[in-house]
């Protein structure tokens, strides 16, 4: 009996050895949002220019990707390439421009080029919040009903465009 | 030029620890006493080795020399030379050169000042602490050299992170770090022990002083730690059981078990085994709360590196360590001798009370704290478990453990009887009792718990006080002799104790009365907060060394029972250009009383977001933390540890002689 207790300690180690073992092969940067299959947060942000901004109710009837940036974005400038692509393969990509200033935000455009359909600007960041925006750039990809499906953290890398968000996007389309 | 000097030094030591992981253990199976002291010169010459390659990192981050990878990611230019200096240790690999000279000095440590240990156990002590130092190294030499060159290198750097730009986070690190490792030497005590077959009073008393010399600075860490995060992260809290402040909760909670059974082990003989399990269990607490917090295993605010491949070897050296020792444990430990007996009134039995439910609680964060990672593992679910969950469990644990601390010292070592005791504490508990109901009724019965918190913390002072009181009280009222030869662990003790149950206060007011209100203000509005009012005086921006603020002035007017007293807080949002960061610098009002804490967020029409708190007695949380670290202090001081370990005293001295606690 008295020699189980001094075993006793050893045992438990050992389990605790297998559980953190399963613990890393998995991958701590995959988030999983709140948000998925649900539909986006009520939001209505005006444009960055003149005109009409979006609102949350524009998600609807086709598969969009909703885009997360800022002038002020290291890793954006990187990503833009992409986005201009899947907006020329006839993709419908939004952009909110988070904690911008407008000009700022358009002054990039200018630079860079506009793949987006829309910008609207999110100056307070609050709209991020409801989003559960952790930084920049980030992006949504929603269903024909507004239904967020998936998220990306950090930039999209053509990559993850040709291997993920792409054949996500055919099937989207193809549902009913 | 510098990298080069610092790696070498690093690579050196690294063989060094090799030598002095293997040489001085063969020495003690031999009896070779030139094995034996070459493990005292090699530990020194291995504190020197760390220190001079910790001092050429320090000297690339001074120079600004962006040509070493780890400086060009972490400093800039516009950083403040200070700032600069902490960031050697404010990223993985700069802290994991930190965390190996720390082990260096305390095995230093070993080497010179452990002239009084036996030296077969000094041996086997130094080896078991090189061979932590060897996979420290190697950890940092294979999976993190803070050395790596930068080609080319960039004409300026990143910077560190700017929460991270702070006088408490430059010395919140190494006190942490100082109380992990200091652990190690304990574990290294309880290995050799178990090698040894030997576990007597004498080697309860060796190992004690390093137990409080890691207990107090991770007492002072996480007093740091907890403050920071109160005035840094703006929003007033002070602990919010984030896996990587439980990480280092953990080993406190065992560090201050173990503190208390190795003094039934120097002084009765009796616990041994327990005492080393428990030094094994605190070390490897600290070692899997740096697992924690590099691996990504759990994702918390802290964290720096999130690798696997640092968290598979760091997972490694847990298992060569824990895993080895509690083998060990498993085969020696019912081996050796088992002290004297106690009977169930007894200090000894107190003493292993209070270890039973300092075990319980610490199981109890340890399974918040991993409930996720073990959810995971067997299913896809990803969980966390909060607040709610270590208030249920984690409060009503406590209470007892808090109840007994003022009992524990008043029990008499080997029997006691219950009448004794309760004689003893007739007085105290009707105090405390008439404490609790007067509050009840000043406070309302809405209010009971944070009654009975105020009551537990008054016991756990007034505990402190009768220590002290107890003793000087010779035949004839308060005796100055007394006063004179009480020893420095009594004078200790009554402080620690006493420090908890001023914690214990600020911690109740805290949850129970602490107020809060957000809203918009413009400036020259006025909001009163129960007795404070608020006053917006201007706002307007202002640049700083590395960054952008918006500050905003205010007046506080605090009621008081002698009038109202006004004082002027600014309070800040900082934005860093370089690492495109924001921080708070909340204005604070600090008193006896309580403190007023503003924080202001975004603009918003005209107006500007302000957070407003009354925060009770916040202050007598990280007060009481310091009473205990000084009560430690105090007791390391005690001139048992420094006469070595006499067998027998004078005869003479014996007379009136209480037993030191």
């Known amino acids: 009996m008295n020699r189980i207790l001094f075993i006793a300690p050893i045992i438990a180690f050992m389990a605790l050895v297998a559980i953190f073992g399963i613990g890393l092969t998995k991958d701590p940067k995959e988030l999983p949002s709140q948000l998925i299959d649900r539909p986006l947060p009520a939001f209505a942000l005006p444009a960055i220019e003149a005109g009409g901004g979006f609102a949350n109710t524009a998600f609807t009837g086709e598969p969009a990707l909703l885009n997360i940036f800022a002038s002020w974005c290291a890793a954006c400038p990187q990503e833009h390439p992409v986005l201009t692509r899947i907006s020329a393969e006839g993709f419908a990509v939004y952009g909110i421009a988070w904690k911008d200033k407008p000009q700022d935000s358009r002054d990039w455009i200018a630079r860079f080029g506009n793949p987006y359909k829309l910008i609207a600007a999110d100056e307070s960041g609050r709209t991020a919040i409801d989003l559960g925006v952790t930084g920049v750039p980030e992006s949504f990809i929603t269903d024909k009903h507004g239904r967020v499906r998936f998220k990306q953290i950090g930039p999209i890398s053509p990559e993850v465009w040709e291997g993920t968000i792409k054949p996500l996007m055919l099937k989207l389309r193809a549902e009913a | ?661």
């Open chain 2, 1 to 661: 030029m510098f990298a080069e000097i610092g790696h070498f030094a690093l690579i050196l030591a690294l063989l060094t620890a090799i030598a002095q992981g293997l040489l001085p253990m063969l020495g003690a199976v031999r009896g070779d006493t030139a094995l034996m002291a070459f493990g005292r010169t090699a530990a020194q010459w291995q504190a020197v080795l760390i220190g001079i390659a910790f001092i050429a990192l320090m000297a690339c981050f001074a120079r600004a020399d962006f040509s070493v990878a780890l400086v060009a990611e972490h400093a800039a230019l516009s950083q403040p030379l200070p700032y600069r200096l902490a960031a050697t240790w404010g990223n993985h690999e700069g802290s994991m050169v930190l965390w190996v000279l720390i082990l260096a000095l305390f095995g230093a440590g070993i080497g010179r000042f452990g002239g009084n240990l036996r030296p077969s156990l000094q041996a086997r002590v130094l080896s078991v602490q090189a061979m932590i130092g060897v996979a420290f190294l190697a950890f940092s030499l294979f999976t993190s050299n803070p050395f790596a060159r930068l080609s080319p290198a960039p004409a300026d750097g990143a910077e560190l992170n700017p929460l991270l730009q702070d006088p408490g986070l430059v010395f919140h690190p190494p006190l942490l770090y100082l109380g992990y490792v200091g652990f190690s030497v304990t574990f290294s005590f309880a290995v050799a022990a178990l090698l040894e077959g030997r576990a007597d009073a004498a080697w309860a008393r060796w190992m004690r002083p390093w137990v409080l010399a890691a207990w107090i600075p991770l007492t002072c860490g996480i007093a740091l730690g907890s403050f920071w995060a109160y005035y840094e992260l703006g929003w007033g809290g002070w602990w919010f059981w984030d896996p990587v402040e439980n990480a280092s909760l953990m080993p406190w909670l065992l560090g201050t078990a173990l503190l208390h059974s190795a003094i039934v082990t120097e002084k009765r003989q009796a616990l041994a085994g327990w005492t080393i399990l428990l030094a094994i269990l605190a070390f490897s607490l600290s070692l899997i709360g740096t697992f924690l917090v590099r691996s990504g295993i759990l994702t918390s605010v802290h964290a720096f590196a999130v690798d696997p491949a640092r968290g598979v070897f760091i997972l490694a050296m847990i298992i060569g360590s824990t895993g080895t020792a509690l083998a060990l444990f498993a085969w020696r430990a019912p081996l050796l001798k088992s002290g004297a007996l106690f009977s169930g009134v007894s200090r000894e039995a107190g003493l292993t009370l209070n270890n039973l439910f300092l075990m319980a609680v610490t199981a109890v964060v340890f399974l918040g704290t991993f409930y996720p990672v073990i959810m995971e593992a067997v299913s896809t679910d990803k969980i966390s478990v909060g607040p709610p969950y270590y208030n249920l469990v984690f409060v009503p644990l406590s209470v007892p453990l808090l109840l007994l601390v003022t009992v524990g010292p008043l029990l008499a070592w080997k029997r006691d009887s219950v009448a004794t005791v309760a004689a003893k504490l007739k007085w105290p508990a009707l105090l405390v009792t008439g404490v609790f109901a007067a509050l009840l009724l000043a406070l309302g019965f809405g209010k009971a718990l944070a009654a009975f918190g105020f009551a537990l913390g008054f016991w756990l002072i007034l505990g402190g006080i009768m220590v002290l009181a107890r003793r000087w009280q010779g035949a004839s009222g308060l005796s100055l002799r007394l006063v004179r030869t009480t020893p420095a662990a009594v004078i200790g003790m009554a402080l620690a104790h006493a420090g908890l149950g001023v914690t214990l206060c600020g911690v109740t007011a805290m949850s129970g009365f602490a107020e809060s209100k957000i809203l918009v203000m413009r400036p020259g509005d006025t909001v009163q907060l129960g007795a404070m009012a608020v006053t917006l005086n201007g706002a307007g921006e202002m640049q700083g060394p590395n960054y952008q603020a918006v500050q905003a002035r205010f007046s506080v007017t605090q009621a008081g029972l002698l009038g109202g007293s006004t004082r002027d807080l600014t309070s800040e949002r900082r934005f860093y250009p370089v690492s495109r960061n924001q921080t708070t610098e909340a204005g604070i009002g600090t008193g006896l009383l309580g403190n007023s804490y503003i924080a202001i967020g975004d603009s918003q029409n005209g107006g500007i977001v302000v957070r407003l708190y009354h925060h009770p007695l916040v202050g007598w949380i990280w007060f009481g933390a310091l009473m205990m670290a000084m009560g430690g202090a105090a007791s390391l001081a005690d001139r048992r540890f420094r006469i070595g370990a006499p067998t027998r005293l004078p005869a003479r001295l014996l007379v009136g002689l209480v037993p030191a606690e």
